[in-house]
């Protein structure tokens, strides 16, 4: 992935509460007819290794299991916080005559890409894996699902179709562009504007990226 250093997360948590925050993500193989893309759901774990591993599965009809299955290298892509910065957010300059706004638009963003090769889990590391997907997606919700209510069997006859897999992450790449090679005074103005309806969010984010600039 191209970056700069500049786009490097200030706090090198962030990029695995990116992944955390955004669960579904996008899974990319090489396979020997080209690359092979899937979007399925994510659990990081952070005990294993330095970057920890992801944990996911796929429906067990799709032609991407079969890859999976080899242990070829993939690559997990998910997305932060993003939006189209517009020049019109800008201050206008006064300098040798010219009072325009000459920084021309850009679209900041997160992302984290990692990149290993899948392991395949036996149908009891699944259904852990399934459950915990159940807990951390219905936590909080006033009348939320539990995996009982498939009933009795409900579970084992729907695991044959289903590919659990575990990708340790081998390298991660992590590129928060978020106005930091831009004049302050122009991320400053988009920070503002963001934070005036737009995408408080993402001005958040600018803000903690830019910390330090004046």
Sequence with gaps: MYTKPEFTPA??????RLIEQ???GTLVTAGPEGPVVSHPIFMLER???GNGALVSHLAAANPHCALIGRGLPTVAIFM????YISSSWYP????????DRDNAPTWNFATVHCH????????????R???DCVEHLEAGRGERWHLKELGPGGMKRRLPNVLGFRMPIERLEAKFKMGQDEPWRDTRAAIDRL???VDPSLAAAMRRENEGRD
């Design 11 to 16: 706090d090198p948590e962030a990029a695995f």
């Design 22 to 24: 955004a669960v579904f």
């Design 195 to 197: 934070e005036d309806g």
């Design 47 to 49: 005990g294993e290794g």
């Design 80 to 83: 932060g916080d993003q939006c």
């Design 129 to 131: 894996h399934i459950r």
């Design 116 to 127: 290993g090769r899948p392991q395949v889990l036996d149908v009891r590391e699944t259904a």
């Design 92 to 99: 206008r300059r006064i300098e040798r005559e010219n009072t």
